[in-house]
């Protein structure tokens, strides 16, 4: 036997398996990841904020998308693990943002949806999350918000409906 013939399926197949890998890498690190914000809107009118560990800046909670999880799920999950608040009801598409720098990380695609929500507010996710407090609509933190965020606000506060 000779030595180029014993070792040639291997190498087809170590190419086979680099390929593939190649194409796994491609599809996480050259396609946007998928999100959610979600604006958390009180009984008494109030909307949820948090306060991110990773710049100190105030946000919308929010968070990715599990492989196998629809966005509905993810809105549920995500505002239980950042605010402890559950959510009653999903009220309306707010906008779907795309800007490839709307997050400094990644490039993210992000579903915002504006729920109605109730519970008390705590803290879950202490490696994410530094605060979290109620704001009236006319006293939320100015443009110097986390990501788009303070875009996602105008938005809905705007009652607009938006594909950015």
Not at 47 to 73: N, T
Request: glycine letters at 8%; charged letters at 20%.
């Amino acid at each position: 036997m000779n030595i180029f013939t014993f070792f040639t399926p291997m190498i087809q197949s170590t190419r086979s398996l680099w390929n593939f890998g190649q194409t796994v890498l491609g599809i996480i690190f050259r396609h946007p990841i998928t999100g959610t914000s979600i604006i958390p809107v009180l009984p008494n009118g109030q909307i949820v904020l948090i306060r991110r560990k990773d710049d100190g800046c105030w946000s919308l909670p929010g968070g990715m998308v599990d492989w196998g999880e629809d966005v509905p799920h993810a809105v549920h999950r995500e505002l239980m693990e950042e605010t402890g608040l559950e959510v009653v009801k999903i009220r309306r598409l707010v906008g779907v943002y795309s800007s490839p720098n709307r997050d400094p990380r990644i490039h993210s695609i992000c579903i915002a949806v504006e729920a109605e929500v109730q519970g008390k507010m705590a803290i879950k996710d202490t490696l994410e999350v530094l605060e979290i407090q109620a704001f009236p609509p006319s006293s939320l933190p100015q443009p110097d918000m986390s990501h788009d965020h303070f875009r996602q606000l105008q938005d809905y506060l705007n009652g607009l409906t938006t594909l950015a």
